[in-house]
């Protein structure tokens, strides 16, 4: 359960770039660069992020449909989540929400959070002894920033590339923003972990979720590659193909389709078959009867048949 939201005090607006010099500190810093964002017309929040830091996605991504998106780093405080969304939840823009919870925290020179709140304003917050470079940048309906990174170019490319792609889903575009940062310098002690959350109203598993993504890259070389590829396997899994385009299963293909579940060990009556195969292929989300086909479920039988 969420503590208490402190109340918000008056504070200096973060809108726009700021930046703030370099401190030495005793404790483990989430280094990492980050953006949080949402898709208004989608009804998607969301939060992507990287960093040399094992398992980044447990700490510093959180995100609620309709309230916000948060993300928390630096010498993270991790109630900022939490306690975020309560704030959220009772209306306040994300600059009010932002003061509130640096306010009420004496370790707020180490903290560094962005927040996009449920209309779409963005806050971020970089506090005096975050490491150099660190900073961030807001625009509509995202807040981008960064610490212990080569240079401000980091930022900048989340920034321009999230401005350049509203023509892509939210989740493909949090992916490629990550990837221009870290061809922009990234973070500067290197890649280790990454990570992709996107919340939309009843959107998630079976309809009965608000995670429509939630992917987690804890420790790997190259993990933006890695979570890029974990991405496209989640969208051939959950994504959904719009109707127009599925295929009429006249006879033809419906004697390709029983042969190739035979082929598979599903035999008998096709919709039965057809579900079984599905069901096993973690591929039950696309499937709705066997009168039309997802031409994506499709080309994977004719894969695994092959």
Same mark, same amino acid.
């Given at each position: 359960?969420?503590?208490?939201?402190?109340?918000?005090?008056?504070?200096?607006?973060?809108?726009? $770039?700021?930046?703030?010099?370099?401190?030495?500190?005793?404790?483990?810093?989430?280094?990492?660069?980050?953006?949080?964002?949402?898709?208004?017309?989608?009804?998607?929040?969301?939060?992507?992020?990287?960093?040399?830091?094992?398992?980044?996605?447990?700490?510093?991504?959180?995100?609620?449909?309709?309230?916000?998106?948060?993300?928390?780093?630096?010498?993270?405080?991790?109630?900022?989540?939490?306690?975020?969304?309560?704030?959220?939840?009772?209306?306040?823009?994300?600059?009010?929400?932002?003061?509130?919870?640096?306010?009420?925290?004496?370790?707020?020179?180490? $903290?560094?959070?962005?927040?996009?709140?449920?209309?779409?304003?963005?806050?971020?917050?970089?506090?005096?002894?975050?490491?150099?470079?660190?900073?961030?940048?807001?625009?509509?309906?995202?807040?981008?920033?960064?610490?212990?990174?080569?240079?401000?170019?980091?930022?900048?490319?989340?920034?321009?590339?999230?401005?350049?792609?509203?023509?892509?889903?939210?989740?493909?575009?949090?992916?490629?923003?990550?990837?221009?940062?870290?061809?922009?310098?990234?973070?500067?002690?290197?890649?280790?972990?990454?990570?992709?959350?996107?919340?939309?109203?009843?959107?998630?598993?079976?309809?009965?979720?608000?995670?429509?993504?939630?992917?987690?890259?804890?420790?790997?070389?190259?993990?933006?590659?890695?979570?890029?590829?974990?991405?496209?396997?989640?969208?051939?899994?959950?994504?959904?193909?719009?109707?127009?385009?599925?295929?009429?299963?006249?006879?033809?293909?419906?004697?390709?389709?029983?042969?190739?579940?035979?082929?598979?060990?599903?035999?008998?009556?096709?919709?039965?078959?057809?579900?079984?195969?599905?069901?096993?292929?973690?591929?039950?989300?696309?499937?709705?009867?066997?009168?039309?086909?997802?031409?994506?479920?499709?080309?994977?039988?004719?894969?695994?048949?092959?």
């Amino acid at each position: 359960m969420a503590r208490e939201a402190p109340p918000a005090v008056p504070a200096p607006k973060m809108a726009g $770039r700021h930046t703030q010099p370099s401190n030495t500190t005793a404790l483990s810093p989430v280094a990492t660069y980050s953006i949080v964002a949402c898709d208004l017309p989608a009804g998607q929040w969301g939060v992507a992020v990287q960093s040399k830091f094992l398992a980044v996605g447990s700490v510093v991504p959180w995100a609620e449909p309709h309230v916000g998106a948060i993300a928390t780093q630096s010498y993270a405080n991790p109630r900022y989540g939490p306690d975020g969304l309560v704030l959220l939840r009772e209306g306040r823009a994300a600059e009010e929400v932002i003061d509130a919870l640096t306010s009420a925290d004496e370790g707020r020179d180490e $903290r560094q959070v962005g927040i996009v709140d449920g209309a779409g304003r963005a806050a971020t917050f970089t506090g005096k002894a975050c490491h150099e470079w660190a900073g961030g940048r807001t625009g509509e309906c995202y807040a981008a920033q960064g610490n212990i990174l080569v240079s401000e170019a980091t930022v900048d490319a989340l920034a321009a590339t999230f401005e350049a792609n509203a023509h892509l889903e939210l989740g493909q575009r949090l992916i490629e923003c990550l990837a221009a940062a870290q061809a922009a310098g990234g973070d500067r002690r290197g890649q280790q972990s990454a990570s992709l959350l996107v919340v939309e109203k009843d959107a998630g598993y079976a309809k009965l979720s608000d995670t429509v993504i939630d992917l987690r890259v804890d420790d790997h070389e190259r993990p933006i590659a890695e979570l890029r590829r974990l991405f496209s396997l989640h969208q051939e899994l959950f994504g959904a193909t719009p109707h127009e385009d599925w295929l009429d299963v006249d006879d033809t293909l419906g004697d390709e389709l029983r042969r190739r579940l035979a082929a598979l060990g599903h035999s008998g009556d096709l919709q039965q078959a057809f579900d079984d195969w599905a069901g096993a292929a973690n591929l039950e989300e696309r499937v709705d009867g066997v009168t039309r086909i997802d031409p994506i479920v499709l080309e994977a039988l004719r894969k695994a048949s092959s």
